[in-house]
């Protein structure tokens, strides 16, 4: 027994609910039950449009049941376009990686900003923004472009059509396309694209090669001070002129004991500015020989910072590690400089990670490897000359495919609001002939 339900719009809706292997009534209702008569209609009505021997099986196993129309669910809902404000986003993609981990020298952040209110329904991921991923973009409706590499670096003094990053942010602002750029943030971060790099090693154990520190102190202020009074009537006059000093935070006092004599010693955080005036009020009471001024350092951050030296859990021969990582990077070559002394046999332990142009990251680490995309000639020698053995994939190849593994933590970072897709037209501009 199976049901099949027709649904007609008339004055006053109404389901018919055909219940098939039951005989029908009558053949009025048999010719109700195939969608072909309305209940007003006649059989006769329809009789120059339907030929009985097509439908007769059909009708002497059909029986119609009316009901009463209530509510009728969708069988398929078509999933509307969700999308999500440029600030908000940004804001997320901050979070996601916090801005202040980039290098000093860098250009981070949001680029090209259309002018606002301006939603996001597809973001749109790439290593490099050139004009034919521009193209790309636009084609597929991109509404904002992350650009691993900041398309703007140097400043420009204008925007013609003259030069090709010129007319990317033409493009952009035409189009109302915004465009983002994280860079050395990515590097800097644990789920980044050094440690993405560094799983093409295998099985190891990675930390940062220069950590990164907090964006701020762990107390208010830059400097703390400390010194001691002899006589409490100095100090009530001294701690009363310290309160008027203002960026001075964490006033304490506790008793202390010097040479046998009772005092008390005064403890505060100043910035940069305050610290002057504090040394000058100081200077004037004759407390200047007694104080203690000490710099106070921004913590490390665990698990970031720039490269990474990757102990792997099992000498590895040289020659294997380059197929490792040939594989991780899907490329057919790579560039292989033997450490002096070194051969495609000699066991590596020790390797030393840093994507795009390593040398700056990697120049003086004690390591068996150096894997990088790129480095000069002289660089390379030097290392060589060291017993170290260098590994260059060419500079895009070393973070490219972090793409595929930002799409998917992106995703999830972003409660799935927004499409995300990966550039198929990026890659390097370097081939092997």
């Given at each position: 027994m199976c049901l099949l339900i027709l649904f007609f719009t008339t004055v006053s809706p109404v389901c018919l609910v055909?219940?098939?292997?039951?005989?029908?009534?009558n053949s009025q209702d048999r010719l109700c039950a195939l969608g072909i008569?309305?209940?007003?209609?006649?059989?006769?009505?329809?009789?120059?449009?339907?030929?009985?021997?097509?439908?007769?099986?059909?009708?002497?196993?059909?029986?119609?049941?009316?009901?009463?129309?209530?509510?009728?669910?969708?069988?398929?809902?078509?999933?509307?376009?969700?999308?999500m404000d440029l600030k908000a986003l940004v804001s997320s993609l901050n979070d996601f990686a916090s801005l202040s981990l980039a290098e000093s020298w860098d250009n981070v952040g949001l680029l090209v900003e259309p002018s606002p209110p301006h939603t996001v329904s597809t973001l749109f991921l790439t290593n490099d923004l050139t004009e034919d991923v521009m193209q790309e973009a636009l084609q597929k409706k991109a509404d904002l472009i992350l650009s691993y590499h900041p398309p703007i670096f140097r400043a420009l003094k204008r925007i013609t059509w003259k030069t090709w990053k010129e007319r990317l942010v033409i493009r952009a602002l035409e189009n109302r396309v915004g465009i983002y750029s994280p860079h050395t943030a990515y590097d800097a971060i644990p789920h980044g694209v050094n440690n993405w790099l560094a799983k093409g090693?295998?099985?190891?154990?990675?930390?940062?090669?220069?950590?990164?520190?907090?964006?701020?102190?762990p107390t208010e202020g830059t400097h703390r001070v400390e010194f001691s009074v002899d006589h409490t009537e100095h100090l009530e006059t001294i701690?009363?002129?310290?309160?008027?000093?203002?960026?001075?935070?964490?006033?304490?006092?506790?008793?202390?004991?010097?040479?046998?004599e009772e005092q008390t010693r005064v403890s505060l955080n100043?910035?940069?500015?305050?610290?002057?005036?504090?040394?000058a009020l100081l200077s004037r009471n004759?407390?200047?020989?007694?104080?203690?001024?000490?710099?106070?350092?921004?913590?490390?951050?665990?698990?970031?910072?720039?490269?990474?030296?990757?102990?792997?859990?099992?000498?590895?021969?040289?020659?294997?590690?380059?197929?490792?990582?040939?594989?991780?990077?899907?490329?057919?070559?790579?560039?292989?400089?033997?450490?002096?002394?070194?051969?495609?046999e000699a066991n590596v332990k020790v390797a030393a990670v840093c994507a795009g142009s390593g040398n700056s990251?990697?120049?003086?680490?004690?390591?068996?490897?150096?894997?990088?995309?790129?480095?000069?000639?002289?660089?390379?020698?030097?290392?060589?000359?060291?017993?170290?053995?260098?590994?260059?994939?060419?500079?895009?190849n070393t973070?490219?495919?972090?793409?595929?593994?930002?799409?998917?933590?992106?995703?999830?970072?972003?409660?799935?609001?927004?499409?995300?897709?990966?550039?198929?037209?990026?890659?390097?501009?370097?081939?092997?002939?």
């Amino acid at each position: 027994m199976c049901l099949l339900i027709l649904f007609f719009t008339t004055v006053s809706p109404v389901c018919l609910v055909l219940q098939l292997g039951l005989p029908a009534s009558n053949s009025q209702d048999r010719l109700c039950a195939l969608g072909i008569l309305q209940s007003s209609g006649t059989e006769a009505d329809l009789s120059d449009r339907l030929r009985t021997t097509d439908i007769c099986m059909l009708l002497s196993c059909v029986h119609l049941i009316r009901r009463p129309l209530q509510c009728i669910q969708p069988l398929l809902v078509l999933p509307s376009r969700s999308f999500m404000d440029l600030k908000a986003l940004v804001s997320s993609l901050n979070d996601f990686a916090s801005l202040s981990l980039a290098e000093s020298w860098d250009n981070v952040g949001l680029l090209v900003e259309p002018s606002p209110p301006h939603t996001v329904s597809t973001l749109f991921l790439t290593n490099d923004l050139t004009e034919d991923v521009m193209q790309e973009a636009l084609q597929k409706k991109a509404d904002l472009i992350l650009s691993y590499h900041p398309p703007i670096f140097r400043a420009l003094k204008r925007i013609t059509w003259k030069t090709w990053k010129e007319r990317l942010v033409i493009r952009a602002l035409e189009n109302r396309v915004g465009i983002y750029s994280p860079h050395t943030a990515y590097d800097a971060i644990p789920h980044g694209v050094n440690n993405w790099l560094a799983k093409g090693l295998g099985v190891c154990t990675t930390v940062p090669l220069h950590p990164s520190v907090a964006p701020s102190y762990p107390t208010e202020g830059t400097h703390r001070v400390e010194f001691s009074v002899d006589h409490t009537e100095h100090l009530e006059t001294i701690l009363s002129s310290m309160r008027g000093i203002p960026e001075i935070s964490s006033l304490i006092t506790l008793p202390a004991r010097a040479e046998g004599e009772e005092q008390t010693r005064v403890s505060l955080n100043c910035t940069q500015k305050a610290l002057l005036e504090v040394v000058a009020l100081l200077s004037r009471n004759t407390l200047y020989h007694k104080t203690e001024i000490m710099l106070l350092q921004k913590p490390l951050l665990p698990h970031t910072g720039m490269g990474r030296l990757c102990t792997l859990s099992e000498p590895v021969s040289l020659s294997a590690l380059t197929e490792r990582i040939k594989s991780h990077l899907r490329l057919p070559y790579i560039r292989l400089a033997l450490g002096t002394g070194k051969t495609l046999e000699a066991n590596v332990k020790v390797a030393a990670v840093c994507a795009g142009s390593g040398n700056s990251v990697l120049q003086g680490v004690e390591a068996d490897l150096y894997l990088t995309g790129e480095m000069s000639h002289h660089e390379v020698l030097d290392a060589v000359a060291k017993g170290i053995s260098v590994i260059l994939c060419e500079h895009s190849n070393t973070e490219r495919g972090f793409l595929s593994e930002l799409r998917d933590m992106l995703a999830t970072h972003l409660e799935n609001k927004i499409t995300i897709i990966v550039s198929e037209s990026d890659r390097d501009p370097l081939r092997v002939v």
